[in-house]
């Protein structure tokens, strides 16, 4: 079983930072990309930042391009979100997602990822 764990959401004032972390575990677990989604009430969940370890590869949404900075630890299964800038717009659940699997097409679906965290709060004032 794999759990995913996300930590570091809260209220920030707009302009501000925050940095959500993330860690997947389990016991024979290894992941080839991980990424973040949010979903903000009435809307669909979508796609924040993802990172492929192979190669090191990013990967962002157009929204949050030189705002956010997704970066991470391959061996510890980790990863983290470094947002500046913040907007009120962003303001939404944030979901941190795995997968182990390889996979040739960029990581932008949420039907790429098998394994969920629960979700951390990131409000954004005005």
């Known amino acids: 079983q794999v759990h995913v764990v996300e930590s570091g959401g809260g209220l920030v004032q707009a302009g501000g930072s925050l940095r959500l972390s993330c860690a997947a575990s389990g016991r024979t677990f290894s992941s080839y990309v991980m990424g973040w989604f949010r979903q903000a009430p009435g809307k669909e969940r979508e796609f924040v930042a993802a990172i492929r370890w192979t190669g090191s590869n990013t990967y962002y949404a157009d929204s949050v391009k030189g705002r956010f900075t997704i970066s991470g630890d391959n061996a510890k299964n980790t990863v983290y979100l470094q947002m500046n800038s913040l907007k009120p717009e962003d303001t939404a659940v944030y979901y941190c997602?795995?997968?182990?699997?390889?996979?040739?097409?960029?990581?932008?679906?949420?039907?790429?990822?098998?394994?969920w965290g629960q979700g951390t709060q990131v409000t954004v004032s005005s």
């Open positions: 997602a795995a997968r182990s699997a390889f996979l040739v097409r960029p990581p932008y679906g949420s039907y790429d990822y098998d394994y």
